[in-house]
């Protein structure tokens, strides 16, 4: 296109933009005006507007907004299902949370009196538990395999290890991931061979404490010791030693002192109670025997589990249970006693339907009414429960339990545990994995994790509710997410795992290729920030995968 012709040759354009400066406007509000603008937008607008100054890095991140963000997404949400806490008036106004710690459920230990909490930090955490985004890092622990096979446990940031071959270890998967402390197990317990090495273990979760831990271990004798791991001088003493007994290995123990259950290889249950101690540096008295339980229909695997309450301590084993219509199914067993340690009841209950079904029944029988839900209740043919696999591992944190199967799916019961009845609902089968499941765990708030036999494939519920908020979720596709770290960052002790001396090096970390860590032990453990997976390498070789949400 031709331009057209200047009328006026002399005319002198200016190339300039006339700019009239107004000054900054913005700058000359209060920080309560800003803080209240900044309370409408949503979370990544705010941690966008934290890179504009160094004003707004600091206004943005203000605990207040990030509070209130945490509260409406991920305490309210849970606190509108339960009845008699709903909310008296429309929330939706900004900056608004609860200031009743009843309201935040298990999550008043972040507003309690003398808490400074990091409000961003967890919204963090729970935001990419939801995504299942991480960072993965790996701790060698044994260069081959160990007999029995190596027991872990994992709480806040230390895991306790135990095994035939270095015996009783403490880890540090914060910052320093680094062996602090190591203990040979009595070589009177072990004698010379190997494979008479520890065949359960357990961690006292009810008084840990930031400078102690007790840890109890049973054996392939039917012996059982209590340690107590300080954190403080990295330093595991034993403080209790049982004798040996002749009704077999301890197949499963759990401890919450001053009690201590445990679960024989002959299928006897067995109920301790150590006497009252004045100091944790004591050695503890032997243990009164306060009730012991001949099964005869308990199969593996099993889950034992102690709790108190303000009437009451219960102690449970929930265990498998072949059935003639279903194929298996899963029971639970309770004992109920007073808070001086007097038994007061013994009950229990299974899944599975009483009394005879027919094969060809076309009635549904004291069956639930089926339920949509994570993906369906236990399928039925014809008014009868289509046959189960036998679980590969049991996990029960009332009142949930769950169940995994070698068929790519879990189970989830609901327990209803109370002074006057002890029943299993139904359980309802989730789907996800694309192999063998071969370990879970769940945690109280049903919140559950679940790991596949070959490699890597980790799966994050969650279950909270069950089967009416689990529907819910299943239609918003938020029942479960799989793990996907983020970065891949392998790392190795700088210590010999053969040997006793403790590392105080920091772990140098490199790319690794996770096609050799191709089988899963079956243990994952996990909690609000981190979850630990047991694996294998081809040459037999374990190791600790740590994923870390913060």
């Excluded at 070698?406 to 109370?418: A, F, I, K, Q």
């Excluded at 590392?503 to 050799?516: P, T, V």
């Amino acid at each position: 296109m031709v331009k057209r012709a200047r009328e006026n040759e002399d005319e002198v354009l200016n190339t300039k933009r006339v700019r009239f400066s107004s000054g900054d406007k913005l700058s000359a509000l209060s920080d309560e005006i800003i803080l209240r603008t900044l309370s409408f937008l949503p979370v990544h607008t705010l941690s966008l507007c934290q890179r504009i100054s160094r004003r707004f890095c600091v206004l943005a991140g203000d605990h207040q907004l990030w509070k209130s963000a945490y509260y409406n997404r991920f305490v309210r949400p849970r606190a509108s299902r339960i009845p008699g806490i709903r909310e008296q008036k429309v929330v939706g106004a900004p900056l608004y949370y609860s200031s009743k710690i009843s309201k935040w459920l298990e999550e008043d230990r972040l507003v309690k009196k003398g808490i400074k909490t990091d409000w961003k930090r967890q919204y963090k955490i729970r935001h990419n538990w939801s995504r299942g985004s991480c960072d993965m890092s790996e701790i060698q622990i044994t260069e081959r395999p160990s007999r029995p096979p190596l027991l872990v446990r994992l709480h806040e940031d230390t895991v306790i290890t135990a095994d035939g071959m270095y015996g009783l270890r403490a880890w540090s998967i914060k910052g320093k991931q680094i062996l602090l402390a190591t203990i040979k197990l009595d070589s009177c317990i072990l004698g010379t061979n190997t494979s008479e090495g520890p065949t359960s273990l357990a961690v006292d979760f009810t008084k840990a404490s930031s400078d102690a831990l007790e840890v109890s271990v049973g054996f392939i004798d039917g012996r059982f010791a209590v340690y107590i791991f300080k954190k403080q001088d990295r330093l595991f003493v034993l403080r209790y030693m049982h004798v040996s007994s002749t009704n077999g290995m301890l197949s499963a123990i759990a401890f919450a002192s001053p009690y201590l259950l445990t679960m024989t290889e002959a299928q006897l249950l067995s109920l301790y109670r150590f006497p009252d101690e004045s100091s944790a540096d004591q050695i503890r008295g032997p243990p009164r025997l306060l009730s012991s339980l001949k099964s005869h229909t308990a199969w593996p695997p099993l889950s034992l589990a102690i709790r108190a309450s303000t009437t009451s301590i219960v102690a449970s084993i929930a265990y498998a249970v072949p059935t003639y219509l279903s194929g298996w199914s899963v029971g639970l067993q309770e004992l109920r006693l007073s808070p001086e340690g007097s038994i007061i009841q013994s009950r229990l209950t299974s899944a599975s339907n009483q009394g005879f079904t027919p094969l060809f029944s076309t009635s549904s029988g004291t069956a639930s009414p089926v339920s949509d839900i994570g993906s369906s209740p236990t399928p039925r043919l014809h008014g009868r429960a289509m046959s189960m696999t036998q679980p590969t591992s049991i996990s029960y944190s009332h009142p949930y339990l769950l169940a995994s199967h070698p068929d790519n799916t879990l189970t989830l019961y609901l327990v209803t545990s109370s002074d006057k009845e002890l029943y299993i609902a139904e359980g309802d089968r989730l789907w996800g994995h694309t192999s063998s499941v071969t370990g879970a765990q769940v945690g109280d708030r049903g919140k559950a994790v679940s790991v596949s036999s070959h490699g890597g494939e980790i799966r994050i519920w969650e279950l909270e509710g069950g089967t009416a908020s689990t529907a819910a979720k299943k239609r918003t596709g938020e029942i479960s997410v799989q793990l996907r770290p983020d970065r891949t960052r392998v790392a190795e002790p700088q210590v010999n795992v053969g040997s006793s001396a403790i590392g105080n090096g920091s772990i140098e970390g490199f790319r690794h290729d996770l096609e050799h860590l191709s089988t899963t032990r079956g243990w994952v453990g996990f909690d609000e920030e981190k979850v630990v997976v047991l694996r294998e390498k081809g040459r037999g070789s374990q190791a600790l995968v740590i994923y870390d949400f913060s």
